[in-house]
């Protein structure tokens, strides 16, 4: 059933969800999402974005956007480079060999049920090869045009049996005119995920028009909480302190050398 909405809204889809860190970044006020529907496949995932989020604009859901709606193997789940490719290489030791079964939904017909025609919309795409599925389902509906713009990580290249297809794909993609950011584009030297989707975001023309500087305090606020209570996102804050105060790589340089 179609969820309609009065007035347009500003959503993001963050496929791949991992540990939350991308809806994090999301979630700073500058750039005012309604909606945020975070897509993560691992049930222990799941659990732990759940626990670190408790927005009520943040909607987590434990599935996997595809060509299809069907149900599929997730290998390696739990590790960062989980998939329903069984090619897929994992990263680190976390959650390989875990081999469970997830729900799959065609993203065509998740962007009909969730998403209106004027409403505005931003997809990150870091999901270890199914971003190939996704985007031939939005292309061959044309639904690609409902997304403003997208993040997509092309992991598929990673998968040999994929490789081909994958690089067709994104030739439709470019063709097709969709706007969209590469990870090399945007989140390198961004230190954390979390920097990199922030980046992103403000590259991509997320950031509210709105109440300026109401936003710009509430998002100090906001980052200044980020980096007290979730170490993993707060390198990004770090090189931004050592951009704007350079002196501050001075005196950490000068500490280092009297202890």
């Known amino acids: 059933m179609k969820m309609h909405q009065n007035s347009p809204q500003k959503i993001l889809i963050d496929e791949g969800g991992f540990n939350g860190t991308a809806t994090l970044a999301a979630l700073d006020p500058i750039f005012e999402f309604d909606k945020i529907f975070t897509i993560e496949p691992s049930a222990r995932l799941v659990s732990k974005i759940k626990n670190k989020i408790s927005d009520p604009r943040v909607t987590v859901l434990k599935c996997a956007l595809s060509n299809k709606t069907a149900t599929s193997s997730f290998f390696n789940s739990g590790n960062p480079g989980g998939s329903v490719y069984q090619q897929a290489p ?6 390989v060999g875990n081999q469970s079964i997830v729900q799959l939904v065609d993203a065509s017909l998740f962007v009909d ?13 870091n999901c270890e090869g199914s971003e190939v599925d996704i985007l031939e389902s939005l292309l061959l509906s044309g639904k690609i045009s409902r997304i403003k ?37 945007v989140q390198f030297n961004m230190v954390t995920n979390y920097g990199g989707i922030h980046n992103w975001l403000q590259r991509a023309g997320a950031e509210s028009k709105k109440s300026i500087l109401l936003r710009k305090i509430k998002s100090i606020l906001y980052n200044i909480n980020i980096f007290l ?15 704007k105060f350079p002196f501050l790589k001075v005196l950490a340089k000068s500490n280092r050398r009297k202890e």
């Open 90 to 95: 994992a990263f680190g030791s976390e959650g």
């Open 113 to 125: 049920i969730f998403i209106n025609n004027n409403d505005l919309v931003f997809m990150k795409l």
């Open 149 to 185: 713009n997208m993040l997509i990580d092309l992991d598929a290249l990673k998968i040999e049996s994929e490789v081909d297809r994958a690089l067709k794909i994104m030739a439709s993609v470019r063709q097709s005119g969709a706007s969209f950011f590469t990870p090399e584009e």
């Open 229 to 243: 209570n979730h170490p993993d996102c707060n390198g990004y804050h770090k090189m931004l302190l050592l951009r």
